[in-house]
């Protein structure tokens, strides 16, 4: 049956996996119909299923090819924590930036609450400032 983080370890693999296959609809289904997600720039957090795929939607409507790379997880008790990094081209609109075709690469920390074998809340820190400035017009840096 496996210790509880083993469980919570496992869930997270599971959806990170049908992230990277980009199958939205099938992780939205691992988290709790209440989900919470805590992003940085936000007065408050966000509730929802729904609003968690329109995120997940944006980023592979902006990076079609988008390549995702857990470089560590571990967890304790109800949390997991993830360092991963995020890799593709900018094929599509992101965040009001046009299309550039540049390849591009930004890494996340991320902390998940499970709850009865669900994902229940996301602490995330994306590196956006890295990421916009690759797709901003005036700038080309190389991906990281």
Known sequence: MGTVTEKNLTLLRTAYGRLERADVEACAQLLTEDFIANVPGMADPLHGREVWKLGARAMWDGFPDLRITVEDMFGA???????VHFSGTHRGSFQGF???????????????RVEDDRIAEEWVAPDMISLMRQIAPETAPAPQ
Not at 77 to 83: E, F, I, K, L, N
């Open 98 to 112: 046009a299309p550039t075709g540049r390849e591009v690469g930004f890494r996340s920390l991320e902390i998940y």
């Open 77 to 83: 008790g109800d949390r997991v924590a993830v360092r």
